[in-house]
C-alpha cells in the first residue's frame, strides 16, 4: 500500500523533468512531437506528489507499442491505455519501489493533449487557483494517507472546475496549444 505524498515545491523537480525528457525521446524515437511537463510538479509554487507527469505528444500512437522494451529498459512498466482511450501510459518506480514518473503519451492534436497544457499554464497564470489545488491536496492527504482513490476522488470536482476555467481560458488567449 502506497502512503499519499503531498509535499512542498522542489525547484528540482524541473531538472528532473528535463533529464527525463531526453531519455524518453531517446527510447521512443521519430515518433515523438513533443514532450510537456504536466501535471503538480510543473506548476511553481504548489504542493504536489513528488511525481514527475510527461505528456508525450506522437505522431501515431499505435506505434508507442513497439517501444515498451525501450521504455521498460529506462525502468517504466507499460500499463496500455490504463481506462483513457487513446493514451499509452507508463509508470516508474526508483530502486526503493518508490513511484518517481509517470509517463501519458497521446497522439498530437488529441483533446487530452490541450486539455493538460490548458491546466498546467491556466494554474501558472492564477495563483489563487493554484493555491486553492494545493491547499486541497494537502487536506486530501491528510485525510486518507492510504487511500489513494478517496484522494483522487476528492480532487476530482475540483478539476472539473478547473478544466473548465482554464478551457475557457485557453480560448480567450487564442494560443495555438499544438506547437510544441
Known amino acids: 500500500m502506497r502512503k499519499v505524498e ?4 522542489n525547484p528540482q523537480w524541473r531538472d528532473a523533468f528535463a533529464r527525463e525528457k531526453q531519455q524518453v525521446w531517446q527510447a521512443l524515437g521519430d515518433n515523438v512531437v513533443a514532450i510537456h511537463h504536466i501535471g503538480s510538479t510543473a506548476i511553481p509554487g504548489i504542493y504536489a506528489k513528488p511525481i514527475i507527469d510527461l505528456l508525450v505528444e506522437v505522431k501515431e500512437i499505435a ?6 522494451l525501450s521504455m521498460e529498459a529506462l ?7 490504463f481506462g483513457i482511450p487513446g493514451r499509452r501510459y ?16 497521446f497522439e498530437a492534436g488529441e483533446p ?4 493538460h497544457l490548458a491546466f498546467r499554464d491556466y494554474t501558472i497564470a492564477h495563483w489563487e487557483d493554484a ?23 476528492g480532487k476530482h470536482e475540483f478539476i472539473q472546475q478547473m ?3 482554464a478551457a475557457e481560458w485557453r480560448e ?9
Open 112 to 115: 487530452e493533449v490541450a486539455k
Open 131 to 153: 493555491q486553492q489545488y494545493s491547499d486541497l491536496k494537502r487536506e486530501l492527504a491528510r485525510k486518507y494517507p492510504y487511500d489513494i482513490d478517496s484522494y483522487m476522488d
Open 163 to 165: 478544466n473548465a476555467k
Open 172 to 180: 480567450s488567449q487564442k494560443i495555438d496549444w499544438y506547437t510544441p
Open 75 to 81: 525502468g517504466y512498466e507499460a500499463m496500455g491505455e
Open 63 to 68: 506505434k508507442i507499442d513497439q517501444y515498451n
Open 6 to 9: 503531498v509535499v512542498p515545491y
Open 90 to 105: 507508463f509508470r516508474k518506480n526508483n530502486a526503493a519501489g518508490v513511484r518517481t514518473h509517470h509517463v501519458h503519451a
